[in-house]
Structure formats: structure tokens, C-alpha cells
């Protein structure tokens, strides 16, 4: 299953302090559907301002992004620019 | 469809960009530059006070002036809810920003705006201000991050409380969030260290530079219709917060962008354009507003100044074990520093196992901060790549070999939690090591400074069409503002892929009613996000020529390849005929199906980030302080460069605002909280003469998720001049300057502390 990596307080006041979450999900809409479950509130925290991080690689509003059983996920703010 | 890189014809060339010749001769239309028919000017009644109640607004007197056509102030707005929303280039609560365009109940800064009016010529708007009377009660105010941060600083909010900490607080405070990211334990890597090092490092409040005013024009018709042009990095995104602070329907405004005369992410917000448009609607004529240049240093947002603590633990050989960063990023007077990429990207240079970074969002009497270049990026990295020299200095290891041997590589995992992958940091300290300028030898009271840097780059929303015209010339229409040469580079993506000239393809900004949704100009996301939408509606264009060609030779469009711009036969089963050229397709158009056009929205992922390197010498009049830069070199992984001339304006722009940063630039307030500098004669950017040529290196290492290979290459130069200046100083006379900006009377000061001056002595 991915593997959902929480480094930020941004998103880890939702997990109760937990860093590393497993997700049966095979799309991030999937994923922020299973933590907005088992974590509510998450899932509105990272559509509003989370950006994440699959295998190193940034996507940012891509829910039909596909993820693979070992990829790993990990929630960072999202980003702009200048 | 991804291009090789050896067969491209156009992209890698240096063209003239399109939009040149008018910016040289004065053609080009900024936002001043518009006028219209009965039109009104606007003009905007800001605090002299840094921190004061509204009591009351008389508008009577003004309201009475010949020639005044309407006044406004809050109560002509509607209160909006508090709200979070991603729509500029950093969270924002539609709230704050209406109350930052025109204050209600309170004002927070020197400059804030607190009314507006409209008349028939400038000097009545001008007379009309000066009628309006406002009574204040004036109260404590602060300025310093640090000081804001105390227990007993006055505060902004009532209803601010602090985000991230535990328990909820229960008392308001200026602290509006505090972040943290954590990578093994600190504590634990901290006792491995054998040598370690703590700092101190801070940077003032500093201006974006651009030349051109906030300006707009706004017209609102009797049918509710709105028109705007003004000069902005994203007109959709000037339409969506004019809706929402005016509650307006999105589709009953156009937004039309002007050129614009520098951003560089101080034209990601909006200002004025919700005031002409109240203003507009109030009198039934279009106004036009146009900030002084002390309007725009008052009223509207400089990039945040901070203080930045770090701790580095290394081992003897120079291998990093421990890091902790504390950022305190001034917020202005609502909160949205870019606390969050100043704890990213300070440390994200490097493979480091245990590091804590904590940053805090402080809001202060202060105008609210906007973007600029890889914003936050810059400050952190200051302090941390300041403290790389000196762990270098200690440890006695050459400090580009320090960061090679620390460096980021594909797999190492970021102090903010992503593993990275095809990542070009190595490569820029490689080819910093082989660059001719190490080989320069010193002289007396000259110095030389290294310096890396990262920044994220985005992606996101964008929308392109690709028109063919009858005389097989194409028009590409684009959402996004041109702030850098980025027409040229859309021109020159779809005529490769087109397989046409340069010349034929004329590239245009459209208006949001003549594209689809763009996401702004910012984030160094345009020629990576809009170029890809450029290419894939050039390439829907060439499936289409694909099929014209077909009908015209009545064969299958599957057996026509197109080659260099024109159709061929794809083999001889297809059938023996002469290829035809696009602009022979394009004059039957009509008679194979009309018009041939496309037009794509994407959301663009996989931006690749950009890293860079850089080398700095310069010579220190001992006996006035200034710094003198002699040599700059940039090495920067820009992916592949599709206009290289225009990357290396790009790095050579961003090296040049550093240096500004670096050396003298600063916001200055008095003791009553009212910026003392609001001008280019008292805040001093570099100009032309005080520089030398700054030599761009181009490491070219293809972004995979771009046809061309693209990345965005706006941004990280601004990343590393700070700590490179900084660094250079130190080598040259033994003084390190922890603070910012390093300007002649702060230099000479510690020059003075060094070698204290014979009269003193004496």
C-alpha cells in the first residue's frame, strides 16, 4: 500500500502526532478520501493547502494522479512562487 | 510527445523575442496607459499612522468639491467571511485581503488605505483626499518580527491565534502560525556532531523593484457588465478577487492584462482594481488609478524580512549530522509569510540524517507581504549558506568541496519529507569547480564567496490554442502575462512542433474571456505549465493538418506523416504526391473542414526543481564600506533551455536583485512606524554601473515531464547572492556580516569594531 509520510505540523495536528500512515488508495483522490476518513478534517486540510510529493516528484489539485503500492506520498504546504 | 534533443531546429536558439520592439520604442500599453471615453481618475485617502482606530470618516467636504464623482471607503464594500483560498501564489483569506485594500475598523499600517475617491481630473481626486477627514485613535504599534512576538506587543488581531502550537491558545497573539518539519532527532544527531556551530542571521523588508506602478482601469457598465485592464501577473486571477470582494459573478467581469513593467511576484495581489471598480460602480464611469511610487513602496507588499537561527553539526571530515533552523518571517499586517518554503528550501541543498526546522508566520504594523522570486527561499537560505562558510572556515575545507560532499543527490531524503529524484544539485557545484572564474587570483582586501540554492518551481493550471491563419501563419493565444520572454518561448515550442519558423507564429496574451483558466504568472511555472499546453494544442493542430492533408490527396489520414512543416506521403502504398506545405493546407481549409484550431487546459505536474550554484568575488573599500562585486558567476539546472539568451536574463536579473538584497536594499521606519524610504532615491537597488556582467552557466540536465525538457529558471537565482556576498566579504576582510543589508555605514561599523579608527584610538 503507499505509504503516506506527515513531516509538516500542518497536516500532523490532524494524524494525533502520527508520521507515517498506510493507504489503501490507488489515486491521491482515493488517498485524501482514506486519511479525510480516518482523520477528519485532513482531507480539507490538503485540498485547501497541501501540496504532495510522490517518489520525490511534486503535484499539486492532481486527484487523478495514479499511485502505485510502494509509491511514497508525502504531504508538504503547497507551494507558489514570485 | 517528448522531442529529441538533437533534432530540434528552434527551441535552443535565441531569437528576438515578439514583444521587443514595442517595449523599446514606447508602443507597448501598460496599465497607465489605457483611457477611455467620460473616464474618471481614482485616487486613494492612506494612514499616516502605523496603528489607530477608525473613529470616523467625514466625506462630506470631499463629496462637495467640484468635479467629484464618487467617494468610498469600507462601508462600500461588502464584509466578506474569513475565508482561506490558494488562488494567488500563497494562501490567502479573502477577508484580509478586502480589509487590506481598504481598512475597516482598524488600520494596520503606514499607507494602509482608508477611502478613495474618483473626479474628473487628477488634481480634484488629489484636493478631494486631502477634504476627507478620518478620526483616528491612535495606537502602540510594532514593527520587529521579534518584537512582535512578545508576550506584551500590541496586537493586530483580536482574533488571531496561534496555528500549530499545543494546547490551542486561548490568548491573541502576533504569532498567526508556527510550522515545524522534523527529520530523525535532532537532539541525537546533535551529540554525534564533532564540531558544531550556532548563528544568528537576519534580513530586513525589501521591495520586488519593478518599474512600473500598480495601474488599472475599470469600467462597469449599466448591465453590471465589468471590464478591467490592468498590470498583473495573472488576469484570472485579478477577476477572481474582484468577485469575490466585490460579490460579483466571475463571468460579469473581463479581465484584460496589460504589459507589465516587472512583477517578480509583487503583482500577485490586488490593490487597486477593487477600489475603481466600487468607484465605478458608484459613478457610472470608468476610473483609472495609477499609484505613486510612494504608493507603492506604503501601500502595497514588500518581500519579508526575518531573523534566522542555525545550528550545524558535522563531523571533522565535513560530513553534516545535525541541523536545526528557526525562521521568524514577518507576515506584514495579516498573516501569509512564506514561512513554509523558507523552512523547505533552507536546508533542502543537503543529505543531512537529523534536522529540526521551526518557522513562525508574525504578523506586524507592516504593509502585508506579497511574493517575490522564490519567495521565503531566499532569507532561509541566507542564514543557512552564511553558516556553511563559517563551518567551512572552521573545519578548513574548501566550501564548494563542504557542499559537494553534503550535497543532495537522487534518493536523499529532504529535511520536508520527499525522496529526491533527477536532481541536478551536484551538477551545478561540478561546473562551478571547473568554471575559469575559480582560477582568478585575489589582491589585497578581495574576497571570494560560494553559495547554493534550491527552489521548488510549480506547475498547474494553464490554457493555450493554437490558430492556424489563411496564410498559414498561426496565432497562439495564452493566459499568462509575459514577465519574462515567455512569448518567445511559447512561439518557439509550437513552431517546433509545428515544424515552422520562428517568424510565422505569433504568440498573444489573452483576456480571460479569450482563453481558458490560467493559473498566474509566478512560481516560475510559464514556460513549464503553459509551454506544455502550447505544444500539445500545436501538435492537436498537426493531427488536424495531418487529416486536411488526407482529404486533399484522398488518402487515409493515417497514411500521412508530417515532417519540417509540411505533409508527405508516409510511404509509397500511401501514393505519389507533393507535400504540402502548411500554409498550402491552411488556403483549403475551408474546403476540408474549416477552420483548423485547438485549444488545450492542462494542470501541469512534475515541474522539477531548480538548483543552483554560485561564485562571488568582490573588494572592500576599507574606507567607505563599499562593496565592490568584480566577478559573479551562476550556475544554474535550468532542464533544458528553451530561449537560452532569456535564461540567462532570467539568472542574470534574479543574481542582480540579490545583490541588491544583499548590499543596501531595506525597508527604514521611524520611531512613529512610517517608512522613511518609500522611493528609488532612498532605497537603493543596483543599477547597471554597479555591476559586472554576471556570467550565466546554463547546466542543462532535461526535465522528463516537458516535451522540450523544460524547467523553471526564474526563481532559484535569487536563492544564493545573499549568502554568496556574504561569504565573499568574509573571505576578503575577516569581517562576517550576519545581517542584512551589508551596506557601506553597516560595513564601515564593522570595520571600525576591527581595526578601531586612529582618532578613537588615539
Known sequence: MPKVVITGTAARRFTGGQTEVEVEANTVRRMITELDRRFPGLGHQIDEGMAVAINGEIFQDAYQTPLEPDSEVVLIPKIGGG | ??????????????????????????????????????????????????????????????????????????????????????????????????????????VLYDGHAVAAVAATSPAIAEEAVELIEVEYEVLPYVIDVEDAMKPNAPILHSDLFTQGVDPKPTAPSNVAKRVTFTKGDFATGWKEAEITIERRYTSKAVHQGYIEPHACVVAVGNDGQCTIWSSSQ?????????????????????????????????????????????????????????????????????????????????????????AELVVKLQAGAFPGSPVGPACMCGLAMYDIPHVSIVGYDVVSNRPKVAA?????????????????????????????????????????????????????????????KNHPHLKVKLGKNQGRGVASGFWFNIGGESSAACHVNEDGSVTIVEGNPDIGGSRASMAMMAAEALGIPYDKVR????????????????????????????????????????????????????????????????????????????????LKAGRTGGPISAEVSINAQGAGAGWATHVCDVEIDRETGYVKILRY???????????????????????????????????????????ENPGYLDYRMP????????????????????????????????????????????????IRMRNLPMSPPRLREALDEQEPPRLAAE
Open chain 2, 1 to 106: 510527445m517528448a522531442y529529441d534533443g538533437e533534432s530540434l531546429k528552434v527551441v535552443g536558439t535565441r531569437p528576438i523575442r515578439p514583444d521587443g520592439v514595442d517595449k523599446v520604442i514606447g508602443r507597448a500599453n501598460f496599465g497607465a496607459d489605457m483611457t477611455m471615453p467620460g473616464m474618471l481618475w481614482g485616487k486613494l485617502k492612506r494612514s499616516p499612522h502605523a496603528h489607530a482606530r477608525i473613529k470616523s470618516i467625514n466625506t462630506s467636504k470631499a463629496e462637495k468639491l467640484p468635479g467629484v464623482r464618487a467617494v468610498v471607503s469600507a462601508a462600500d464594500f461588502p464584509e466578506i467571511a474569513s475565508e482561506e483560498a490558494f488562488v494567488g501564489e500563497g494562501p490567502m483569506n479573502f477577508r484580509d485581503l478586502s480589509y487590506n485594500c481598504m481598512a475597516r475598523g482598524k
Open chain 2, 234 to 322: 495573472g488576469q484570472f486571477m485579478v477577476r477572481a478577487y474582484c468577485a469575490k470582494l466585490l460579490n460579483i459573478d466571475i463571468a460579469n467581469i473581463r479581465a484584460m492584462p496589460a504589459e507589465i513593467g516587472g512583477g517578480f511576484g509583487g503583482k500577485t495581489l490586488v490593490y487597486l482594481e477593487p477600489v475603481a471598480l466600487a468607484l465605478s460602480k458608484k459613478s457610472g464611469r470608468p476610473v483609472k488609478i495609477v499609484m505613486s511610487r510612494e504608493e507603492v513602496f506604503r501601500g502595497t507588499g514588500p518581500a519579508a524580512g526575518g531573523v534566522y537561527e542555525v545550528k550545524l553539526g558535522a563531523k571533522k571530515d565535513g560530513r553534516l549530522v545535525a
Open chain 2, 372 to 432: 517575490y522570486r522564490a519567495p521565503g527561499a531566499p532569507n532561509s537560505t541566507f542564514g543557512t549558506e552564511s553558516c556553511m562558510d563559517e563551518l567551512a572556515r572552521r573545519l578548513e575545507i574548501d566550501p564548494l568541496r563542504l557542499r559537494e560532499i553534503n550535497a543532495a543527490k537522487d534518493g536523499t531524503k529532504a529535511a520536508h519529507g520527499p525522496t529526491w529524484a533527477n536532481i541536478g544539485y551536484l551538477q551545478t557545484i561540478e561546473a562551478a
Open chain 2, 507 to 586: 504568440p498573444v496574451v489573452g483576456d480571460t474571456a479569450s482563453v481558458g483558466f490560467s493559473f498566474l504568472t509566478g512560481g516560475s511555472r510559464v514556460t513549464f505549465a503553459t509551454g506544455m499546453a502550447v505544444t500539445q494544442a500545436a501538435e492537436k493542430v498537426v493531427v488536424e493538418l495531418k487529416k486536411r492533408a488526407a482529404a486533399i490527396w484522398d488518402i487515409s489520414p493515417e497514411a500521412v506523416e508530417w515532417k519540417d512543416g509540411k505533409a508527405y506521403p508516409a510511404g509509397p502504398n500511401a501514393g505519389s504526391f507533393e507535400p504540402l506545405s502548411l500554409q498550402e493546407i491552411a
Open chain 2, 633 to 675: 558567476t551562476a550556475v544554474q539546472d535550468v532542464g533544458r533551455a528553451i530561449h537560452p539568451s532569456y535564461v540567462e536574463g532570467q539568472i542574470q536579473g534574479g543574481v542582480t536583485q540579490g545583490i541588491g538584497w544583499a548590499l543596501n536594499e531595506e525597508y527604514i521606519y521611524d520611531k512613529e512606524g512610517r517608512l
Open chain 2, 687 to 734: 543599477v547597471a554601473s554597479d555591476l559586472p556582467m554576471i556570467d550565466a552557466v546554463l547546466v542543462e540536465i532535461p526535465n522528463p515531464r516537458h516535451p522540450f525538457g523544460a524547467k523553471g529558471v526564474g526563481e532559484v537565482p535569487i536563492v544564493p547572492p545573499m549568502a554568496a556576498v556574504a561569504n565573499a566579504i568574509a573571505d576578503a576582510i575577516g
